[in-house]
Nanobody
Framework: QVQLAESGGGSVQAGGSLRLSCAASTSSYSYYCMGWFRQAPGKEREGVATIDSDGSIFYADTVKGRFSISRDNAKNTLYLQMNDLKPEDTSTYYC?????????????????????WGKGTLVTISS
Protein backbone atom coordinates (compact mmCIF):
# COMPACT_ATOMS: atom_id res chain seq x y z
CA GLN A 1 0.00 0.00 0.00
CA VAL A 2 1.28 3.45 -0.97
CA GLN A 3 -0.07 6.62 0.61
CA LEU A 4 0.32 9.89 -1.25
CA ALA A 5 -0.10 13.40 0.14
CA GLU A 6 -0.17 16.46 -2.10
CA SER A 7 0.62 20.00 -1.00
CA GLY A 8 1.34 23.38 -2.53
CA GLY A 9 -1.99 24.25 -4.09
CA GLY A 10 -3.46 27.71 -3.80
CA SER A 11 -4.76 30.73 -5.66
CA VAL A 12 -2.64 32.83 -7.99
CA GLN A 13 -3.21 35.23 -10.84
CA ALA A 14 -2.73 34.27 -14.46
CA GLY A 15 0.93 34.28 -15.40
CA GLY A 16 1.99 33.25 -11.93
CA SER A 17 3.70 30.10 -10.69
CA LEU A 18 3.08 27.35 -8.17
CA ARG A 19 5.03 24.30 -7.11
CA LEU A 20 3.15 21.20 -6.04
CA SER A 21 4.70 18.46 -3.94
CA CYS A 22 3.63 14.89 -3.30
CA ALA A 23 5.08 12.89 -0.42
CA ALA A 24 4.94 9.12 -0.81
CA SER A 25 4.94 6.64 2.06
CA THR A 26 6.87 3.75 0.56
CA SER A 27 10.44 2.57 0.74
CA SER A 28 10.14 1.48 -2.90
CA TYR A 29 9.31 4.96 -4.18
CA SER A 30 12.07 4.98 -6.80
CA TYR A 31 10.50 1.91 -8.41
CA TYR A 32 7.16 3.54 -9.19
CA CYS A 33 5.84 5.36 -12.19
CA MET A 34 4.63 8.67 -10.74
CA GLY A 35 2.26 11.18 -12.21
CA TRP A 36 0.26 14.34 -11.81
CA PHE A 37 -3.35 14.43 -12.90
CA ARG A 38 -6.04 17.08 -12.66
CA GLN A 39 -9.78 17.32 -12.71
CA ALA A 40 -11.79 20.49 -13.19
CA PRO A 41 -15.45 20.72 -12.11
CA GLY A 42 -17.67 18.96 -14.62
CA LYS A 43 -14.75 17.52 -16.55
CA GLU A 44 -13.01 14.17 -16.68
CA ARG A 45 -9.71 13.66 -14.95
CA GLU A 46 -6.74 14.11 -17.28
CA GLY A 47 -3.08 13.30 -17.13
CA VAL A 48 -0.77 16.29 -16.78
CA ALA A 49 2.66 14.71 -16.58
CA THR A 50 4.28 11.42 -15.66
CA ILE A 51 7.81 10.37 -14.76
CA ASP A 52 8.90 6.76 -14.84
CA SER A 53 11.42 4.99 -12.64
CA ASP A 54 14.09 5.42 -15.33
CA GLY A 55 13.48 9.16 -15.50
CA SER A 56 11.42 9.14 -18.71
CA ILE A 57 9.02 12.09 -18.71
CA PHE A 58 5.77 12.70 -20.57
CA TYR A 59 3.64 15.83 -20.68
CA ALA A 60 0.17 16.62 -21.87
CA ASP A 61 0.28 18.97 -24.85
CA THR A 62 -1.64 21.58 -22.87
CA VAL A 63 1.19 22.01 -20.36
CA LYS A 64 4.32 21.43 -22.43
CA GLY A 65 6.80 24.25 -21.99
CA ARG A 66 5.02 25.58 -18.89
CA PHE A 67 5.03 22.70 -16.40
CA SER A 68 7.96 20.59 -15.21
CA ILE A 69 7.71 17.29 -13.35
CA SER A 70 10.55 15.97 -11.22
CA ARG A 71 11.16 13.44 -8.49
CA ASP A 72 13.54 13.21 -5.54
CA ASN A 73 13.95 9.53 -4.78
CA ALA A 74 15.98 10.27 -1.64
CA LYS A 75 13.03 12.22 -0.22
CA ASN A 76 10.25 10.03 -1.67
CA THR A 77 8.77 13.19 -3.16
CA LEU A 78 7.29 14.14 -6.51
CA TYR A 79 7.13 17.75 -7.72
CA LEU A 80 5.27 19.74 -10.33
CA GLN A 81 6.59 23.19 -11.13
CA MET A 82 3.87 25.17 -12.86
CA ASN A 83 4.75 28.41 -14.63
CA ASP A 84 2.77 30.84 -16.75
CA LEU A 85 -0.43 29.58 -15.23
CA LYS A 86 -3.70 30.14 -17.06
CA PRO A 87 -7.30 30.22 -15.83
CA GLU A 88 -7.89 26.93 -17.66
CA ASP A 89 -5.31 25.30 -15.37
CA THR A 90 -7.76 25.68 -12.51
CA SER A 91 -8.38 22.17 -11.19
CA THR A 92 -7.85 19.81 -8.33
CA TYR A 93 -4.43 18.26 -8.89
CA TYR A 94 -3.80 14.67 -7.89
CA CYS A 95 -0.62 12.70 -7.42
CA UNK A 96 -0.64 9.05 -8.47
CA UNK A 97 1.71 6.07 -8.34
CA UNK A 98 1.80 2.77 -10.21
CA UNK A 99 4.22 -0.16 -10.29
CA UNK A 100 3.79 -0.56 -14.06
CA UNK A 101 6.31 1.08 -16.35
CA UNK A 102 7.07 1.84 -19.97
CA UNK A 103 3.98 2.08 -22.13
CA UNK A 104 1.70 2.25 -19.11
CA UNK A 105 3.52 5.22 -17.66
CA UNK A 106 3.73 7.05 -21.00
CA UNK A 107 0.02 6.87 -21.69
CA UNK A 108 -1.37 3.42 -20.98
CA UNK A 109 -2.75 4.78 -17.72
CA UNK A 110 -5.53 6.42 -19.75
CA UNK A 111 -6.97 2.97 -20.34
CA UNK A 112 -5.78 1.06 -17.28
CA UNK A 113 -5.72 3.69 -14.57
CA UNK A 114 -3.20 4.20 -11.78
CA UNK A 115 -3.00 2.06 -8.65
CA UNK A 116 -2.57 4.65 -5.93
CA TRP A 117 -3.99 8.16 -5.61
CA GLY A 118 -3.63 11.11 -3.30
CA LYS A 119 -6.57 13.18 -2.12
CA GLY A 120 -5.73 16.16 -4.27
CA THR A 121 -4.82 19.81 -3.86
CA LEU A 122 -6.83 22.68 -5.35
CA VAL A 123 -5.23 25.13 -7.76
CA THR A 124 -7.20 28.24 -8.70
CA ILE A 125 -5.99 30.68 -11.33
CA SER A 126 -7.70 34.03 -11.65
CA SER A 127 -7.62 36.20 -14.77
Amino acid sequence: QVQLAESGGGSVQAGGSLRLSCAASTSSYSYYCMGWFRQAPGKEREGVATIDSDGSIFYADTVKGRFSISRDNAKNTLYLQMNDLKPEDTSTYYCAADPRHGAHCSGGYRRNGMYYWGKGTLVTISS
